[in-house]
């Protein structure tokens, strides 16, 4: 059973309950991005598993009158196997997403594997438009060339500013450095494409620069924020803007749960409250 503690930031440890929390999130006016918990696979048996696991959810959102899509790890789907088994897994995935007409989000993860997850994201974006949508890094010194090669892809990109850590030879190592590239990542994709922007961020600097570049560029957006992270703000953007939460779920919940608890002070001091609180 999954603690009380850890609610706040999971979802639940099944996809009925990541419904359900779909369901009471799209009261409040934000869409729920739906992430099955698991990553960095080594055999084919679990990435397989989860490919299937995928196929039922955007099957239940389909079939429902949720505002919910999906975001999907490369090394979850097969990548760390082997490249064309990930590809073929994400094709299923996508292919059946399109079937629902329920979105696809990749997430990006270690720098390692950039390459594969852009190819891709390419890939299924000539197959299915606007289908799918690729999370990018703002922290890695090859973003900007990233964007430049995808500005006219359809399809979504999300930008944020990267929570793993790369060596210096390819990413950022200062906050003030990783906060400027955000920024010119952000211009850049608000004056280049026509659509398909998602601002991965709980800054309210950088979602205030998202709302100014709206103004000058009138480029439709959306705000993507995490699930148990900065609640009430989520709320009241939705009154401004296409909000989504980012909401994963299943049984590998206690790394992501820690993982959360420990990266940001408010969330370490709300977790110390919960646990003396009685």
């Known amino acids: 059973m999954l603690p009380p503690l850890a609610r706040r930031f999971v979802a639940g440890e099944s996809a009925a309950e990541a419904l359900e929390h779909a369901r009471r999130t799209n009261e409040r006016n934000v869409g729920v991005i739906c992430n099955r918990l698991g990553e960095h696979y080594y055999e084919r048996a679990p990435a397989a598993a989860d490919t299937a696991a995928y196929e039922r959810l955007v099957a239940d959102i389909g079939a429902s009158a949720l505002r919910a899509c999906i975001s999907v790890k490369p090394s979850q789907l097969g990548l760390l196997v082997d490249e064309s088994f990930f590809r073929e897994n ?3 995935v996508v292919e059946t997403a399109a079937e629902h007409g329920v ?19 390419e890939a299924q974006a000539e197959t299915h438009g606007g289908g799918v949508g690729l999370c990018l890094q703002s922290n890695l010194r090859r973003t900007a060339a990233d964007l430049e090669r995808l500005a006219d892809v359809p399809g979504k990109l999300r930008l944020v500013k990267g ?19 955000y920024r010119r990542d952000l211009e850049f994709v608000f004056r280049e494409r026509t659509g398909g922007i998602a601002v991965g961020s709980h800054d309210p600097e950088m979602l205030t620069l998202a709302a100014d570049l709206y103004s000058e560029y009138e480029t439709p957006y959306e705000v ?6 900065r609640t ?3 709320y009241e953007l939705a009154g401004v803007c296409d909000v989504w939460q980012y909401a994963p779920f299943g049984s590998e919940w206690p790394a992501y ?3 959360r608890v420990l990266e940001r002070k408010e969330n370490a001091l709300f977790a110390l409250r919960a646990l003396t609180s009685g």
């Not at 990006?108 to 891709?120: G, L, S, Y």
């Not at 993507?224 to 992270?229: C, E, T």
């Open 224 to 229: 993507q924020m995490l699930m148990g992270v």
């Open 163 to 181: 929570a793993y850590d790369p060596p210096a030879d390819v990413a950022y190592q200062d906050k003030a450095e990783v906060n400027e590239a």
């Open 232 to 234: 009430d703000a989520q």
């Open 90 to 92: 994400l094709a299923r």
């Open 257 to 259: 749960f820690w993982r």
């Open 103 to 121: 979105f696809v989000w990749m997430d990006m993860e270690d720098h390692t594997t950039t390459d594969a997850a852009i190819d891709a994201f």
